[in-house]
C-alpha cells in the first residue's frame, strides 16, 4: 500500500506544490535554528557574567573563612537571576562551602553545606554544555587557587522559544499545501476532462475506423499527445487493415497454412481453411491439438531441434508425411518460418501436397524412360542401317574398283568412274546423317588420346590433293613449326573438322589457292593453344547469309544444293564438334573474294615430346607439287607384300570376294573363313600374317572369335583388323577392348585397307626385331640364373607354354620391352591430363601382358593400380609404387642384353 495518489491529477498536484512547501519548509527550520543558536550564545554571556559577578562577591568572605557572609551573597544572586538552577561554592579541597538548588516545582532555593565535589584538575575558567543547562566553572584565587564558584544556567525557555517557532512553520506550511492543493485541483479540471476523454478514446480503439480526436486550444503537451494518439489511431487501423487482407489472403489460400505455438508444446493455434480440408478436421478440433499428432515424421523431441534450426535460420522447407482424417498418407513439402510476435515463440508452415507432383514426376520419368527407348531404337535403327546400307555399298564400290583395274573402253570405263564417285558420295551423304543424329542425341564424346600432329597433315594432303588438283587449285600448308609435335585430343574430330572445311573450300572454289594454316597461340608444360584456319579464293559469303550458315540442313542458297551437292551438314557438325572441345567456327568472307574458316583448340601437350628432337612437317614437304611424301619417307611407309597371308572372316560372298581381290593385287596370299569359328580352326591349320576379321557373323561373330584367339599366347601379336559397317566410337571402343589391332569401316577402300594392313604389318615386324640387338644369354645360364636375372618374375607357367625354350621367352620379352617401355610416362601424361579412363586401359593391358610373362609383381601393382583408377581415387603412393615396379620390371628386362 503507499500514500502516493494514483490519480495523474493528484501526482500532479504533489508534485507541483511540494517544491514550494519543501522551501518554506527549510526556510522555517533555518530560521528556529538561527534563533535558538543565538539565544544560546547570549545565554552563555549572560551565565558568564554571573559566574564572574558571584566570585568578585564572595572571595574575600572565602579568604576570610566568613561562611555566613557567603550565604549571605549566594542567597542575594539567586533572588535575583532567572535562569539559574544552581550555585556552587567549593573550597581547593573540593569540600562545597555552600550548594544552592532551585526547586524546578516550587521556584525555592535550597542551600546545603559539607558535601564532597568533583573540581576540575586544571584552575581555568571552563563552560560546558550539560543537561539543558550552562555550566560555568570559575577558580577563586588569592595568590593561590583556594575554590571554585560554579553556576548552572537553565536553556529551558530557550528551547520553548525554539518550538514555538517551528509550531508556527508547520501551520505557515499547512495552510500553504492547502492553498495549493486547491488551486492545482482547481486549474487541473480541464486538463483532467480531456485526458479522459483521450483515455476513453484510446480504450475504444479496437472498434475505430481510424477516426480522430479533436480539442481547441490546451497545452502544447496535451496537442502533442493529441497527435500522437491519432497517429497510432490511424496507424493501428492500416495495420488492422492489412491484417485483415492477410488474413483473408490466408484463409483464402489454397495451400494449407498453420501456426503452432513452441512454448506450448506445439499446439496448433491458427489454421486456415485449406488446412482444415488437408487434416479432414473442423478448425475447432485441429486448435486443441498439436501438430505432432498428424506429422509421422515429427515426435516431440525432432520438432524441438527442428525448432532451434527455424529460429536460427529463419525459414527452412523440408518434405514429411502427413495422416488425414481418413487415414491416408500424404507427403508434404513444408516451408516454414519463425514469427516472433510479443515474445510468443511461433511457426507459421505453408505446407504443400506433394501427391500430384509425385505422379506427374512418375509420368515424366515414364516419358523419359520412352524417349530413351525411343532414342535407343532410333540408335540401333541407324546402326543397322548404317550395316545394312554399307554391306550392298561395300559390294557396289569394290567390285567396281575391281572393274576399272581391267582392260574396259573408254565409254564403259566411264560409266564405272561415274558409279564409284556416286557410291562414294552417297557414303558421305550417310556419314554425315549419322554423326549429324549423334550430335543431336548428345551420343558424340570427344575423345584424348595422343597423337602425332605430322599423321593429321598427311591425311589431309593425301585426302585433298588429288580433288585440289583436278580442279587445278594450289593446296598450301602454312605450318608453324614452334607447335609441339605429339599433341592430346580427338585426332579424329579435329581431322574431321579440318577436312569438312578444306572439302568445302575445294568445293566452292574455282580458282586460286586453298591454305590450310596451323598456328602457335599459347604454350606450357601441359596444354598448348592451337589455331586451325582454312582460306580460300572462292565464291564467298553475303553478309546477310552468314546466319544461316551453321543450320543443319541448309545452304546459304538453294541452287548450290543443285550445282554442288552436299547435305548442308558439313559446318553444322563441325561447329556441333567444337563445341564439345570448349571452341566455335569464326568466318570471315566477302563476296567473290573468298572465306576464311577458323577454330582454336585447347590441346594436351605430351610427354613424349621431352628429349626428342621434334620436328613438324614443313612447308617444302606439305607443299609438294606432287603432294607425297618425299623419297625417304615413302620408302620408310612401304612394305613389301609378296608372301603375306591374310585370313579373312566374313560371311558375305560379295564381300569376301572384293576383299580377296584387292589383296591379291597387292600380291598377298588369301584365305577364307565364313565365320568365327572356322577362322579359330584355320589359324591351327596355317600360320597368317593378319586377319581380317568383319563383326557380324552367324556361329560365331568376330568380337568373340577375336577374344578366343587372344587366349591362345602363339596368337598374342597376330594383328586381327576389323571389317564393319559400325562406325561409332562406342563399337570402334569395343572392337579395340575385344583385342583388334585396328578397324577397316565399309565399304572398303583399297587405298585404306593397303595402309591399314602396311600399319600392322610394319609393326609386327618390328616388334621382333626393333630392340638395339637381339636379347641373349650366355650358354652357361640355365632357366635358374634367368630366375636369378628377373626378380619378380614366376617362370613357371611361362615355361609351361613356350616348351622350355628360353630363346622364345627371350622374344616375349623383347616384345614386351621394345612395345611398353615408354608406357610410364604414358600414363603419367594422362593423368596428368585428367584422363583416367585411358590411363586404366594402358595399366590394364599391362596388367594381362606382365601376368602372362609372369611378371606377378608387376602384374600385381597393376591390378592394385587399375582398381584405384576406376574408382577414380587412386592416391599418389600407389602411382609412385606401380612406377617403381614397372622401371624395376623394364630394367631387369633390359639388363638380359648386357
Given at each position: 500500500?503507499?500514500?502516493?495518489?494514483?490519480?495523474?491529477?493528484?501526482?500532479?498536484?504533489?508534485?507541483?506544490?511540494?517544491?514550494?512547501?519543501?522551501?518554506?519548509?527549510?526556510?522555517?527550520?533555518?530560521?528556529?535554528?538561527?534563533?535558538?543558536?543565538?539565544?544560546?550564545?547570549?545565554?552563555?554571556?549572560?551565565?558568564?557574567?554571573?559566574?564572574?559577578?558571584?566570585?568578585?562577591?564572595?572571595?574575600?568572605?572565602?579568604?576570610?573563612?566568613?561562611?555566613?557572609?557567603?550565604?549571605?551573597?549566594?542567597?542575594?544572586?539567586a533572588?535575583?537571576?532567572?535562569?539559574?538552577?544552581?550555585?556552587?561554592?567549593?573550597?581547593?579541597?573540593?569540600?562545597?562551602?555552600?550548594?544552592?538548588?532551585?526547586?524546578?516545582?516550587?521556584?525555592?532555593?535550597?542551600?546545603?553545606?559539607?558535601?564532597?565535589?568533583?573540581?576540575?584538575?586544571?584552575?581555568?575558567?571552563?563552560?560546558?554544555?550539560?543537561?539543558?543547562?550552562?555550566?560555568?566553572?570559575?577558580?577563586?584565587?588569592?595568590?593561590?587557587?583556594?575554590?571554585?564558584?560554579?553556576t548552572?544556567?537553565?536553556?529551558?525557555?530557550?528551547?520553548?522559544?525554539?518550538?514555538?517557532?517551528?509550531?508556527?512553520?508547520?501551520?505557515?506550511?499547512?495552510?500553504?499545501?492547502?492553498?495549493?492543493i486547491?488551486?492545482?485541483?482547481?486549474?487541473?479540471?480541464?486538463?483532467?476532462?480531456?485526458?479522459?476523454?483521450?483515455?476513453?478514446f484510446?480504450?475504444n480503439?479496437?472498434?475505430?475506423n481510424?477516426?480522430?480526436?479533436?480539442?481547441?486550444?490546451?497545452?502544447?503537451?496535451?496537442?502533442?499527445?493529441?497527435?500522437?494518439?491519432?497517429?497510432?489511431?490511424?496507424?493501428?487501423?492500416?495495420?488492422?487493415?492489412?491484417?485483415?487482407?492477410?488474413?483473408?489472403?490466408?484463409?483464402?489460400?489454397?495451400?494449407?497454412?498453420?501456426?503452432?505455438?513452441?512454448?506450448?508444446?506445439?499446439?496448433?493455434?491458427?489454421?486456415?481453411?485449406?488446412?482444415?480440408?488437408?487434416?479432414?478436421?473442423?478448425?475447432?478440433?485441429?486448435?486443441?491439438?498439436?501438430?505432432?499428432d498428424?506429422?509421422?515424421?515429427?515426435?516431440?523431441?525432432?520438432?524441438?531441434?527442428?525448432?532451434?534450426?527455424?529460429?536460427?535460420?529463419?525459414?527452412?522447407?523440408?518434405?514429411?508425411?502427413?495422416?488425414?482424417?481418413?487415414?491416408?498418407?500424404?507427403?508434404v513439402?513444408?516451408?516454414?518460418?519463425?514469427?516472433?510476435?510479443?515474445?510468443?515463440?511461433?511457426?507459421?508452415?505453408?505446407?504443400?501436397?506433394?501427391?500430384?507432383?509425385?505422379?506427374?514426376?512418375?509420368?515424366?520419368?515414364?516419358?523419359?524412360?520412352?524417349?530413351?527407348?525411343?532414342?535407343?531404337?532410333?540408335?540401333?535403327?541407324?546402326t543397322?542401317?548404317?550395316?545394312?546400307?554399307?554391306?550392298?555399298?561395300?559390294?557396289?564400290?569394290?567390285?567396281?574398283?575391281?572393274?576399272?583395274?581391267?582392260?574396259?573402253?573408254?565409254?564403259?570405263?566411264?560409266?564405272?568412274?561415274?558409279?564409284?564417285?556416286?557410291?562414294?558420295?552417297?557414303?558421305?551423304?550417310?556419314?554425315?546423317?549419322?554423326?549429324?543424329?549423334?550430335l543431336?542425341?548428345?551420343?558424340?564424346?570427344?575423345e584424348?588420346?595422343?597423337?602425332?600432329?605430322?599423321?593429321?597433315?598427311?591425311?589431309?594432303?593425301?585426302?585433298?590433293?588429288?580433288?585440289?588438283?583436278?580442279?587445278?587449285?594450289?593446296?598450301?600448308?602454312?605450318?608453324d613449326?614452334?607447335?609441339?609435335?605429339?599433341?592430346i585430343?580427338?585426332?579424329?574430330?579435329?581431322?574431321?573438322?579440318?577436312?569438312?572445311?578444306?572439302?568445302?573450300?575445294i568445293?566452292?572454289?574455282n580458282?586460286g589457292?586453298?591454305?590450310i594454316?596451323?598456328?602457335?597461340?599459347?604454350?606450357?608444360?601441359?596444354?598448348?593453344?592451337?589455331?586451325?584456319?582454312?582460306?580460300?579464293?572462292?565464291?564467298?559469303?553475303d553478309?546477310?547469309?552468314?546466319?544461316?550458315?551453321?543450320?543443319?540442313?541448309?545452304?546459304?542458297?538453294?541452287?548450290?544444293?543443285?550445282?554442288?551437292?552436299?547435305?548442308?551438314?558439313?559446318?553444322?557438325?563441325?561447329?556441333?564438334?567444337?563445341?564439345?572441345?570448349?571452341?566455335?567456327?569464326?568466318?570471315?568472307s566477302?563476296?567473290?573474294?573468298?572465306?576464311?574458316?577458323?577454330?582454336?583448340?585447347?590441346?594436351?601437350?605430351?610427354?613424349?615430346?621431352?628429349?626428342?628432337?621434334?620436328?613438324?612437317?614443313?612447308?617444302?614437304?606439305?607443299?609438294?607439287?606432287?603432294?607425297?611424301?618425299?623419297?625417304?619417307?615413302?620408302?620408310?611407309?612401304?612394305?613389301?607384300?609378296?608372301g603375306?597371308?591374310?585370313?579373312?572372316?566374313?560371311?558375305?560372298?560379295?564381300?569376301?570376294?572384293?576383299?580377296?581381290?584387292?589383296?591379291?593385287?597387292?600380291?598377298?596370299?588369301?584365305?577364307?573363313?565364313?565365320?568365327?569359328?572356322?577362322?579359330?580352326?584355320?589359324?591351327?591349320?596355317?600360320?597368317?600374317?593378319?586377319?581380317?576379321?568383319?563383326?557380324?557373323?552367324?556361329?560365331?561373330?568376330?568380337?568373340?572369335?577375336?577374344?578366343?584367339?587372344r587366349?591362345?599366347?602363339?596368337?598374342?601379336?597376330?594383328?586381327?583388323?576389323?571389317?564393319?559397317?559400325?562406325v561409332?566410337?562406342?563399337?570402334?571402343?569395343?572392337?579395340?577392348?575385344?583385342?583388334?589391332?585396328d578397324f577397316?569401316?565399309k565399304?572398303?577402300?583399297?587405298?585404306?585397307?593397303?595402309?591399314?594392313?602396311s600399319?600392322?604389318?610394319?609393326?609386327?615386324?618390328?616388334?621382333?626385331?626393333?630392340?638395339?640387338?637381339?636379347?641373349?644369354?650366355?650358354?652357361?645360364?640355365?632357366?635358374?640364373?634367368?630366375?636369378?636375372?628377373l626378380?619378380?618374375?614366376?617362370?613357371?607357367?611361362?615355361?609351361?607354354?613356350?616348351?622350355?625354350?628360353?630363346?622364345?621367352?627371350?622374344?616375349?620379352?623383347?616384345?614386351?620391352?621394345?612395345?611398353?617401355?615408354?608406357?610410364?610416362?604414358?600414363?603419367?601424361?594422362?593423368?596428368?591430363?585428367?584422363?583416367?579412363?585411358?590411363?586404366?586401359?594402358?595399366?590394364?593391358t599391362?596388367?594381362?601382358?606382365?601376368?602372362?610373362?609372369?611378371?606377378?609383381?608387376?602384374?600385381?601393382?597393376?591390378?592394385?593400380?587399375?582398381?584405384?583408377?576406376?574408382?577414380q581415387?587412386?592416391?599418389?603412393?600407389?602411382?609412385?609404387?606401380?612406377?617403381?615396379?614397372?622401371?624395376?620390371?623394364?630394367?631387369?628386362?633390359?639388363?638380359l642384353?648386357?
Open positions: 500500500m503507499t500514500i502516493f495518489p494514483k490519480t495523474m491529477i493528484g501526482r500532479l498536484a504533489i508534485i507541483s506544490i511540494s517544491p514550494p512547501l519543501l522551501c518554506l519548509l527549510a526556510l522555517g527550520l533555518y530560521v528556529a535554528f538561527e534563533q535558538t543558536q543565538t539565544a544560546t550564545d547570549t545565554a552563555k554571556n549572560e551565565a558568564v557574567l554571573i559566574t564572574s559577578g558571584l566570585s568578585s562577591s564572595i572571595l574575600n568572605p572565602l579568604v576570610e573563612s566568613n561562611y555566613v557572609a557567603i550565604d549571605q551573597v549566594v542567597n542575594q544572586v533572588s535575583t537571576t532567572t535562569h539559574v538552577d544552581r550555585i556552587l561554592v567549593v573550597n581547593a579541597r573540593g569540600l562545597a562551602i555552600v550548594d544552592a538548588h532551585k526547586n524546578q516545582l516550587n521556584g525555592e532555593w535550597q542551600l546545603t553545606h559539607g558535601q564532597t565535589v568533583t573540581i576540575p584538575e586544571q584552575a581555568v575558567a571552563k563552560q560546558v554544555l550539560l543537561n539543558d543547562h550552562i555550566v560555568n566553572w570559575l577558580p577563586l584565587t588569592a595568590g593561590s587557587s583556594i575554590g571554585w564558584v560554579e548552572e544556567y537553565a536553556l529551558e525557555q530557550i528551547y520553548e522559544a525554539q518550538q514555538l517557532v517551528i509550531r508556527q512553520t508547520a501551520l505557515v506550511l499547512f495552510m500553504a499545501s492547502l492553498l495549493s486547491f488551486f492545482v485541483l482547481i486549474t487541473a479540471q480541464k486538463p483532467k476532462r480531456r485526458i479522459a476523454e483521450l483515455v476513453n484510446i480504450d480503439f479496437p472498434k475505430s481510424g477516426e480522430q480526436i479533436t480539442f481547441s486550444g490546451g497545452s502544447e503537451e496535451l496537442r502533442s499527445m493529441v497527435n500522437s494518439v491519432n497517429t497510432a489511431s490511424t496507424s493501428l487501423y492500416n495495420n488492422t487493415q492489412q491484417l485483415k487482407i492477410l488474413q483473408a489472403l490466408i484463409e483464402a489460400s489454397a495451400d494449407p497454412f498453420y501456426i503452432v505455438d513452441a512454448e506450448q508444446s506445439f499446439r496448433l493455434t491458427f489454421v486456415n481453411d485449406a488446412a482444415s480440408q488437408h487434416f479432414g478436421y473442423a478448425k475447432d478440433i485441429l486448435l486443441t491439438t498439436h501438430i505432432q498428424y506429422d509421422l515424421e515429427l515426435d516431440e523431441q525432432k520438432i524441438k531441434d527442428l525448432f532451434v534450426i527455424i529460429k536460427k535460420q529463419k525459414n527452412i522447407t523440408f518434405t514429411s508425411k502427413h495422416r488425414n482424417v481418413l487415414g491416408e498418407i500424404v507427403p513439402k513444408i516451408n516454414a518460418n519463425y514469427i516472433n510476435i510479443s515474445n510468443q515463440k511461433l511457426v507459421g508452415g505453408y505446407f504443400r501436397d506433394l501427391r500430384a507432383d509425385i505422379e506427374a514426376e512418375q509420368q515424366l520419368l515414364t516419358a523419359l524412360e520412352g524417349a530413351e527407348q525411343a532414342a535407343k531404337s532410333k540408335g540401333a535403327f541407324l543397322n542401317m548404317s550395316h545394312e546400307i554399307r554391306t550392298p555399298m561395300n559390294g557396289i564400290l569394290g567390285l567396281t574398283e575391281l572393274a576399272l583395274h581391267q582392260e574396259l573402253s573408254p565409254k564403259l570405263s566411264d560409266y564405272l568412274q561415274k558409279i564409284y564417285s556416286s557410291g562414294k558420295s552417297l557414303l558421305l551423304i550417310l556419314n554425315d546423317i549419322l554423326d549429324f543424329s549423334k543431336e542425341a548428345s551420343g558424340m564424346h570427344i584424348n588420346q595422343i597423337f602425332c600432329l605430322n599423321d593429321v597433315l598427311r591425311n589431309l594432303r593425301d585426302l585433298f590433293s588429288i580433288s585440289a588438283e583436278v580442279k587445278q587449285l594450289k593446296l598450301i600448308f602454312d605450318i613449326t614452334a607447335a609441339p609435335l605429339y599433341l585430343g580427338d585426332a579424329l574430330r579435329l581431322t574431321q573438322i579440318l577436312a569438312n572445311l578444306i572439302s568445302n573450300a568445293k566452292f572454289t580458282q589457292t586453298i591454305t594454316k596451323i598456328e602457335l597461340k599459347v604454350l606450357d608444360n601441359i596444354k598448348a593453344l592451337i589455331a586451325f584456319s582454312v582460306k580460300d579464293t572462292g565464291l564467298g559469303i553478309a546477310d547469309d552468314l546466319a544461316r550458315l551453321f543450320q543443319p540442313f541448309s545452304q546459304v542458297d538453294s541452287s548450290m544444293t543443285r550445282r554442288f551437292g552436299g547435305t548442308g551438314l558439313g559446318l553444322a557438325i563441325s561447329q556441333s564438334l567444337l563445341k564439345l572441345m570448349d571452341s566455335e567456327l569464326k568466318v570471315i566477302q563476296p567473290s573474294l573468298g572465306s576464311q574458316f577458323s577454330f582454336e583448340v585447347l590441346l594436351g601437350v605430351s610427354s613424349i615430346n621431352i628429349g626428342k628432337e621434334q620436328k613438324i612437317l614443313d612447308e617444302s614437304a606439305l607443299n609438294a607439287e606432287n603432294f607425297i611424301l618425299n623419297d625417304s619417307e615413302l620408302n620408310h611407309n612401304e612394305v613389301n607384300f609378296q603375306i597371308s591374310i585370313l579373312v572372316v566374313e560371311d558375305n560372298n560379295i564381300n569376301q570376294k572384293v576383299v580377296s581381290e584387292l589383296l591379291k593385287l597387292s600380291g598377298m596370299s588369301v584365305v577364307i573363313a565364313d565365320n568365327g569359328q572356322i577362322a579359330l580352326e584355320k589359324l591351327q591349320q596355317q600360320a597368317f600374317d593378319a586377319v581380317l576379321m568383319d563383326i557380324q557373323m552367324p556361329v560365331m561373330d568376330g568380337l568373340e572369335a577375336t577374344r578366343q584367339i587366349l591362345q599366347p602363339a596368337f598374342a601379336k597376330l594383328p586381327i583388323i576389323a571389317l564393319t559397317a559400325g561409332t566410337i562406342e563399337e570402334q571402343a569395343s572392337y579395340m577392348a575385344a583385342g583388334m589391332n577397316l569401316p565399304p572398303i577402300n583399297s587405298e585404306a585397307l593397303i595402309n591399314v594392313l600399319r600392322t604389318i610394319r609393326a609386327s615386324q618390328f616388334s621382333k626385331t626393333s630392340l638395339s640387338e637381339p636379347l641373349s644369354l650366355p650358354d652357361d645360364k640355365d632357366w635358374t640364373d634367368l630366375a636369378e636375372a626378380p619378380g618374375f614366376d617362370l613357371e607357367n611361362i615355361k609351361f607354354i613356350v616348351g622350355g625354350q628360353r630363346e622364345v621367352l627371350l622374344s616375349f620379352l623383347q616384345e614386351f620391352y621394345t612395345e611398353s617401355k615408354g608406357e610410364s610416362l604414358v600414363v603419367a601424361d594422362l593423368l596428368r591430363q585428367g584422363d583416367t579412363q585411358a590411363a586404366k586401359r594402358v595399366v590394364h599391362l596388367k594381362g601382358v606382365s601376368g602372362s610373362l609372369g611378371a606377378m609383381q608387376l602384374h600385381t601393382a597393376c591390378d592394385e593400380f587399375s582398381h584405384q583408377l576406376k574408382l581415387c587412386f592416391e599418389s603412393a600407389t602411382l609412385e609404387h606401380w612406377q617403381s615396379v614397372f622401371e624395376q620390371t623394364m630394367s631387369s628386362i633390359k639388363a642384353n648386357t
